[in-house]
């Protein structure tokens, strides 16, 4: 297996808390981010017990009929910063299509659902056909000493 996956890493409340969070939407690419977002600090620490002792970001991501993201690997772009994992939290089963693939493998997520892979590996979204879904991202990061 490419990934690492733990079902049911949060639960039914605390996906619909996150989702509750979301204030405003930019389009971003061939999916929505949300803007003004910022992780509960009880959900960032059970995040935090998995990439310790790394900084965190994250984002929610929301994907409409006919969105998908495109292969590509999680890679900082900043040199004084190193991506270390990436991680993919399903917060709703509302949608149909849409499935996360790492190196070619669907992850095959249900709601509370985490997966976690490394940035370098080649990982998509595929379109979403009904509904809508929604996902935090969050990606460990190192600095560069």
């Given amino acids: 297996m490419v990934f690492r996956k733990i079902e049911n890493f949060l639960d039914d409340q605390e996906c619909d808390f996150l989702i509750s969070l979301m204030k405003s939407t930019t389009k971003k690419e061939e999916r929505l981010e949300c803007a003004d977002f910022k992780m509960p600090k009880t959900i960032a620490a059970k995040v935090q017990e998995l990439i310790y002792p790394r900084i965190m970001t994250c984002a929610i991501q929301v994907y409409e009929v ?17 991506r270390t994992h990436s991680m993919s939290i399903l917060l709703n089963n509302e949608f149909e299509g849409g499935e996360l693939y790492i190196e070619g493998e669907p992850a095959r ?8 892979f ?3 590996q080649m990982h998509w979204v595929e ?6 879904r929604k996902v935090l991202t969050v990606w460990g ?3 560069e000493d």
Avoid: C, I
């Fill in 66 to 82: 006919g969105h998908r993201f495109s292969p590509h690997r999680d890679e900082y772009k900043d040199k004084r910063r190193v």
């Fill in 109 to 116: 997520q249900n709601k509370g659902d985490l997966v976690m």
């Fill in 118 to 120: 490394h940035p370098n």
């Fill in 127 to 132: 379109g979403v056909w009904k509904g809508t």
């Fill in 141 to 143: 990061v190192k600095n």
